[in-house]
């Protein structure tokens, strides 16, 4: 987090995210079928951590909509968009811009793609935040493939102003706060409508489908049921979760400990309930991750962990607070690090070994090492810096016009 007013448990909650999707992406590494029997399970469950996707977005629309909650309670205006946009793209292009630049350049040089329209073209359409609209461009470079994601929340930071847009309008604003988080309510059901339009009469056909194609096989594969309007449905669950934490009494107490607790265990039963069928974990109306039961837990621990006594200190510990802070680093550098592995080292993650398992554990803690190295340069040397230069400029935005 940003600012140095924390929200207890935020840290724990972007922190298991991260570590979830990084090892989602360790376990993709391993030989599946050397796999010692015992560990079958766990590494099954392990494969789910592609599930951390949905923690993201939950918190991301947890912690972008506070300040709208809290303006339009107190009757204040809406919060200045020219500051929440810079805000946003301090925070997220300088790093995606540069991890999404390497990745197409190792996608022609290391990987040996062709430098062809389409890739330079998916380049494009990632630079501009706009691959999320089509197959052919969801993954936008060859050498990078989590930087799908990004795209998608983008569209999230677009529709969350204008969902509060209405919200602020004269003739919706309601004194009543029970009647804003309805009208918060009717729009993730407007966006729900939307992903089943989109599903219902946007289908890809089968010609070229399947990760056995590729990156582009398999973002057809997932389109229609992965586009950004369903994935505003988790991101809204999570605005609205903040608009029902800024409500609850600032007092805390133990019942907070256990709804927090709580929570985090139902998040983590739905991994299980992936097992057996497609590792998206898709769920209602076809949204990946479990929906809605899995961004609701998360949901409810972020309601609940700031007010505990106990819990979101345990949880926002050193650890957690360092695997935060630098996180977006690590998501979008992971996957060049665990591609180019095998290629400069082909005996990575014990390929051709007869420990299989010894080979992928010692891959896996160096990868990691390298990955947290990256990770934390890119948040000092590049993110931090940006965020520090955006802020200071906000007062000049802020500052009226002289004559």
Same mark, same amino acid.
């Not at 599903?199 to 990760?211: A, I, K, M």
């Not at 962990?305 to 979101?312: E, F, G, I, K, V």
């Not at 680093?329 to 080292?345: A, R, S």
């Given at each position: 987090?940003?600012?140095?007013?924390?929200?207890?448990?935020?840290?724990?909650?972007?922190?298991?995210a991260?570590?979830m999707?990084?090892?989602?992406?360790?376990?993709?590494?391993?030989?599946?079928?050397?796999?010692?029997?015992?560990l079958?399970?766990?590494?099954?469950?392990?494969r789910?951590?592609?599930?951390?996707?949905?923690?993201?977005?939950?918190?991301?629309?947890?912690?972008?909509?506070?300040?709208?909650?809290?303006?339009?309670?107190?009757?204040?205006?809406?919060?200045?968009?020219?500051?929440?946009?810079?805000?946003?793209?301090?925070?997220?292009?300088?790093?995606?811009?540069?991890?999404?630049?390497?990745?197409?350049?190792?996608?022609?040089?290391?990987?040996?793609?062709?430098?062809?329209?389409?890739?330079?073209?998916?380049?494009?359409?990632?630079?501009?935040?706009?691959?999320?609209?089509?197959?052919?461009?969801?993954?936008?470079?060859?050498?990078?493939?989590?930087?799908?994601?990004?795209?998608?929340e983008?569209?999230?930071?677009?529709?969350l102003?204008?969902?509060?847009?209405?919200?602020?309008?004269?003739?919706?604003?309601?004194?009543?706060?029970?009647?804003?988080?309805?009208?918060?309510?009717?729009i993730?059901?407007?966006?729900?409508?939307?992903?089943?339009?989109?599903?219902?009469?946007?289908?890809?056909?089968?010609?070229?489908?399947?990760?056995?194609y590729?990156f582009?096989?398999?973002?057809?594969?997932?389109?229609?049921?992965?586009?950004?309007?369903?994935?505003?449905?988790?991101? @809204?669950?999570? =605005? $609205?979760? /903040?608009?029902i *934490?800024? +409500? #609850?009494? %600032?007092?805390r107490?133990?019942?907070?400990?256990?709804?927090g607790?709580?929570?985090?265990?139902?998040?983590?039963w739905?991994?299980?309930q992936?097992?057996?069928?497609?590792?998206?974990?898709?769920?209602?109306?076809?949204?990946p991750?479990?929906?809605?039961l899995?961004?609701?837990? @998360?949901?409810? =621990? $972020?309601? /609940?962990?700031? *007010?505990? +006594? #106990?819990? %979101?200190?345990?949880?926002?510990n050193?650890?957690?607070?360092?695997?935060?802070?630098?996180?977006f680093?690590?998501?979008?550098?992971?996957?060049?690090?665990?591609?180019?592995?095998?290629?400069?080292?082909p005996s990575?993650?014990?390929?051709?070994?007869?420990?299989?398992?010894?080979?992928?554990?010692?891959?896996?803690?160096?990868a990691?090492?390298?990955i947290?190295a990256?990770?934390?340069?890119?948040?000092?040397?590049?993110?931090?810096?940006?965020?520090?230069?955006?802020?200071?400029?906000?007062?000049?935005?802020?500052?009226?016009?002289?004559?």
């Open positions: 987090m940003e600012n140095a007013k924390r929200l207890g448990g935020a840290d724990f909650m972007r922190a298991v991260c570590l999707v990084l090892v989602h992406h360790l376990v993709l590494r391993m030989n599946f079928y050397k796999i010692p029997p015992a079958d399970v766990t590494f099954i469950l392990a789910f951590g592609n599930h951390g996707v949905s923690v993201f977005f939950v918190l991301s629309g947890f912690l972008l909509a506070r300040p709208f909650w809290l303006a339009l309670d107190r009757a204040q205006p809406l919060p200045s968009l020219k500051i929440y946009a810079m805000r946003r793209a301090a925070r997220i292009l300088p790093g995606f811009w540069f991890a999404l630049t390497v990745g197409f350049l190792i996608s022609f040089t290391i990987y040996g793609f062709p430098l062809d329209a389409e890739l330079v073209g998916r380049y494009i359409a990632g630079f501009f935040l706009m691959s999320q609209w089509h197959w052919r461009t969801f993954f936008p470079v060859q050498g990078d493939g989590p930087l799908w994601s990004i795209p998608f983008t569209t999230c930071y677009v529709l102003p204008i969902g509060f847009l209405l919200l602020f309008h004269s003739k919706l604003r309601s004194r009543s706060l029970l009647v804003s988080r309805l009208l918060w309510i009717g993730i059901a407007i966006s729900l409508v939307g992903h089943w339009l989109v599903v219902t009469y946007l289908p890809t056909d089968n010609v070229g489908q399947g990760w056995r590729g582009q096989g398999g973002a057809k594969e997932w389109m229609p049921r992965y586009n950004p309007i369903g994935f505003f449905a988790i991101f @809204a669950i999570g =605005a $609205l979760a /903040a608009g *934490q800024t +409500l #609850l009494p %600032a007092r107490s133990a019942i907070y400990d256990i709804i607790a709580l929570a985090i265990v139902m998040g983590a739905q991994l299980p992936s097992i057996g069928g497609a590792a998206e974990g898709y769920a209602w109306l076809g949204i991750y479990q929906f809605p899995l961004p609701l837990a @998360a949901a409810i =621990a $972020l309601c /609940a962990l700031p *007010q505990s +006594l #106990l819990l %979101a200190k345990l949880l926002d050193p650890v957690s607070r360092y695997v935060a802070t630098v996180s680093g690590v998501y979008i550098w992971q996957d060049i690090v665990l591609t180019l592995m095998p290629q400069l080292f990575s993650f014990g390929a051709g070994s007869d420990n299989v398992l010894g080979g992928w554990i010692v891959s896996s803690l160096i990691t090492a390298i947290f990256i990770g934390t340069l890119s948040y000092v040397l590049l993110e931090r810096p940006v965020i520090q230069w955006a802020r200071s400029r906000e007062s000049k935005v802020m500052r009226p016009a002289t004559a």
